[in-house]
Structure formats: C-alpha cells, structure tokens
C-alpha cells in the first residue's frame, strides 16, 4: 500500500526558509514514470502544484516565485523535500505532497487531479 506522510514545522516566520519532507512508503520514489510533487492550498484558493520532482530526479517548479522553490530527494530514505526560502504570508497554506503518474514514458504530466496518492496535508502557518 502507497504512503505518504509530510513532516516539518506547521509555524515559520517571515522570512525564514520552510522545509517539508515526505516520507514514501510502498514504493519507491525511483519507480519509472512517477512525479512526486509538492502542491499546496492557501485559505479560500484552489489546490496549485509548488513543483515536482520526477523518478529520475530532475526537478521543476510550478508555483511563482520559482527562484525561492527547491526540491530534491534522499533515494536511500525514499523521501523528498520542499525549501522554500524567504517565507511571506501568502505562503501560508495546506501542503501535500503526492505521487503523480505522467504519459509517453514520463514526457507529460496530468493535472493535480490525477494524482494517485496523498498525504494527508500539513498546515503551515507565517506569522512572527
């Protein structure tokens, strides 16, 4: 059975750097044609992807500002993990991390509706 379970700080000050990590279990994060991605859902707004990172390791980044997102992954503990520096309100938000199949051997990703599995979210507060 695929897990996925978020970890890090539910409060961050402005700012700061948040770092949230997902822990797979049931599969291995490496498995040809997975994105694992981080999406997340701000009070009264619609779910967005922050970015993913694929089973090959390349990463991209969705959500605006991209230059304060990163994602990278420890293969060895079947995790990955979000930084997000230089954190403001507006970062507030739910954050999931989820396992996303993609077509044409990894060459294209659905929408986040298609994402097969879930964490069950970790709120995240700004605030000083």
């Known amino acids: 059975q695929v897990q996925l379970q978020e970890s890090g700080p539910g409060l961050v000050k402005p700012s700061q750097t948040l770092s949230l990590t997902c822990t797979v279990s049931?599969?291995?994060?490496?498995?040809?044609?997975?994105?694992w991605a981080w999406i997340r859902q701000a009070p009264g707004k619609d779910k967005e992807a922050v970015g993913y990172?694929?089973?090959?390791?390349?990463?991209f980044y969705i959500a605006s500002p991209k230059s304060r997102t990163s994602i990278s992954r420890d293969t060895s503990m079947n995790q990955f993990t979000l930084q997000l520096t230089s954190v403001t309100p507006e970062d507030a938000a739910v954050y999931y991390c989820?396992?996303?199949?993609?077509?044409?051997?990894?060459?294209?990703?659905?929408?986040?509706?298609?994402?097969?599995?879930w964490g069950q979210g970790l709120q995240v507060t700004v605030s000083s």
């Open positions: 990172i694929s089973y090959n390791g390349d990463a």
């Open positions: 989820a396992r996303c199949p993609s077509e044409m051997l990894g060459q294209v990703i659905g929408p986040i509706d298609e994402c097969d599995y």
């Open positions: 049931g599969t291995s994060i490496e498995i040809n044609y997975y994105y």
